[in-house]
Nanobody, 122 residues
Framework: QVQLAESGGGLVQAGGSLRLSCARSGGRTSSMGWFRQAPGKEREFVAATTWDGGLTKYADFAKGRFTIARDIAKSTLYLEMNALTPEDTAVYYC?????????????????WGQGTQVSVSS
């Protein structure tokens, strides 16, 4: 059973940066992704990567500001976020699919972390 645990959220001023981490344990996955959910909104895709790093994809709002990366030795996924705006305020989740594949839809992900709150003040 794959287990995911996020960390690194917090409160930051607009224009600031945060790095989120997601520690994976209990098994291997072919890919992993980051999603976020703001109050009153649906969960949305942020970024995803294959575990070998051969393929990555970003939501349009994340391109040029966010970077997804992974440390294979530590089985840890990261999300580096720069130039944050109040619109980035949300709970951020890391996730992994149960099977093989690379996905951007939350419906394809079967393993989820507990989420970490990111709040950006104006």
């Amino acid at each position: 059973q794959v287990q995911l645990a996020e960390s690194g959220g917090g409160l930051v001023q607009a224009g600031g940066s945060l790095r989120l981490s997601c520690a994976r344990s209990g098994g291997r996955t072919s890919s992993m992704g980051w999603f976020r959910q703001a109050p009153g909104k649906e969960r949305e895709f942020v970024a995803a990567t294959t575990w070998d790093g051969g393929l990555t994809k970003y939501a349009d709002f994340a391109k040029g500001r966010f970077t997804i990366a992974r440390d294979i030795a530590k089985s840890t996924l990261y999300l580096e976020m720069n130039a944050l705006t109040p619109e980035d305020t949300a709970v951020y989740y890391c996730a992994a699919p149960r099977g093989l594949g690379f996905f951007t839809s939350a419906a394809n992900y079967g393993y989820w972390g507990q989420g970490t709150q990111v709040s950006v003040s104006s």
